[in-house]
Every structure is written in structure tokens, then in C-alpha cells.
T-cell receptor, first 113, second 113 residues
């Protein structure tokens, strides 16, 4: 059973627009929430991550917003570029499983020129 | 270069044969993980290991086996008991503490014919 639910499944955004991907979780023991970016045929790479004691984290054009009470977090990509076209995964982890990541099903983002 | 090396990149096997996927890391990480990726399913945890000579089942361990005889190596065997083995397999490693980044290899695409 999926512990982290991600939406939308796919997203098309124009160049310069804002891409927003949402995730929700049930396990309140999760204490680390990363976002990974994956290009076709490659392994995922960490984009940005947040811990539940922080409500927002920004790194360049990428921002995570975290709502602990709603058990939701989201990724915002500002000024989206064609090079951002990839699949994005949210994830969550907890100590009792060796900090193994529980992934959402992914969002395929296409940024059009 | 520090990182995670998975080999081979592509693997073809006949139905009913066991096959072993290699994963080696030179990051001096304690924790290592195996994930399976299917289209539209995200990444699902097969096995993880937090220390040499110890490993734990993940969400979809049936039909798979692992060993962790050396810190650097965490091979995955896909056995004939795995009903649908065709998938993209990803190995990852991390320090294993809360909030630390997991680094992924480039993956092995296994096709069973």
C-alpha cells in the first residue's frame, strides 16, 4: 500500500510558468521528506529536502512547502524551463526502516518552449 | 570518482533462470538499498541493509535475495520465484542517519524473455 500519495501524474507547463506537485502521507512518524528528479534511463537525484520542523525551504527556483497538520507537502518550481522536463518523485522516510525511502508514484513534467 | 556503480546496465535472461545484479559503492556509506521501478508505480523497496552481514526485507522482497558481505557491495539476486521480474532496478546508499541523502546508481534494466 502506497504510503505517500502524489499528484498529478503528469503536468504540462509553459516555459516561465510555475510547476506545482503535491504529496500527502499518513504515517506521522515520517521525519524526512525529499524530492527526487529523474531523467529517462537514469537514477533519481536529490533535488531538495525538508524536515517536519520547517514549513518551507527554498533552493534557487525550487521550493518545498510543508504542512504538518494536513500531512501534505508540495514542490514548486518557479520560472520552469524545458531542462526541468523530467519525472519528479516525492518521498518520506523514518528511522525504523533504516531510513529507506517511501516514494510517491511520480509526476512526469513537460515544460514547453 | 565517488559514487554507486550498478552493472550491467542491460540484462536479458530466460524465464526460470536466476540472475544477479551488482551494486558497488565507494562512498563509505553504511546503508544500502534496492528498489524496483515499474512505469507509473514509483520506486518500491525490495531489501535494505544498514550494516555488513545484516539486511531486512522491504515491501516487495518475495522472489529476491541479497547479501552484504562487504560494506561496499550489495548484490541482488532475482530468483525464478519472482513472477514478473522485468523491471528497472535501482541501488542506493546513504550514511543511514535521519535526513541524509540517498545516492542512486544508474540502474539495471532487466528483461526476462
Amino acid at each position: 500500500q502506497q504510503q505517500v500519495k502524489q499528484s498529478p501524474q503528469s503536468l504540462i507547463v509553459q516555459k516561465g510558468g510555475i510547476s506545482i506537485i503535491n504529496c500527502a502521507y499518513e504515517n506521522t512518524a515520517f521525519d524526512y521528506f525529499p524530492w527526487y528528479q529523474q531523467f529517462p534511463g537514469k537514477g533519481p537525484a536529490l533535488l531538495i529536502a525538508i524536515r517536519p520542523d520547517v514549513s518551507e525551504k527554498k533552493e534557487g527556483r525550487f521550493t518545498i512547502s510543508f504542512n504538518k497538520s494536513a500531512k501534505q507537502f508540495s514542490l514548486h518550481i518557479m520560472d520552469s524551463q524545458p531542462g526541468d522536463s523530467a519525472t519528479y518523485f516525492c518521498a518520506a522516510s523514518v528511522s525504523n526502516s533504516g531510513y529507506a525511502l517511501n516514494f510517491g508514484k511520480g509526476t512526469s513534467l513537460l515544460v514547453t518552449p | 570518482d565517488g559514487g554507486i556503480t550498478q552493472s550491467p546496465k542491460y540484462l536479458f535472461r530466460k524465464e526460470g533462470q536466476n540472475v544477479t545484479l551488482s551494486c558497488e559503492q565507494n562512498l563509505n556509506h553504511d546503508a544500502m538499498y534496492w528498489y524496483r521501478q515499474d512505469p507509473g508505480q514509483g520506486l518500491r523497496l525490495i531489501y535494505y541493509s544498514q550494516i555488513v552481514n545484516d539486511f531486512q526485507k522491504g515491501d516487495i522482497a518475495e522472489g529476491y535475495s541479497v547479501s552484504r558481505e562487504k560494506k561496499e557491495s550489495f548484490p541482488l539476486t532475482v530468483t525464478s520465484a519472482q513472477k514478473n521480474p522485468t523491471a528497472f532496478y535501482l541501488c542506493a546508499s546513504s550514511i543511514g542517519w535521519r535526513g541524509t541523502e540517498a545516492f542512486f546508481g544508474q540502474g539495471t534494466r532487466l528483461t526476462v524473455v
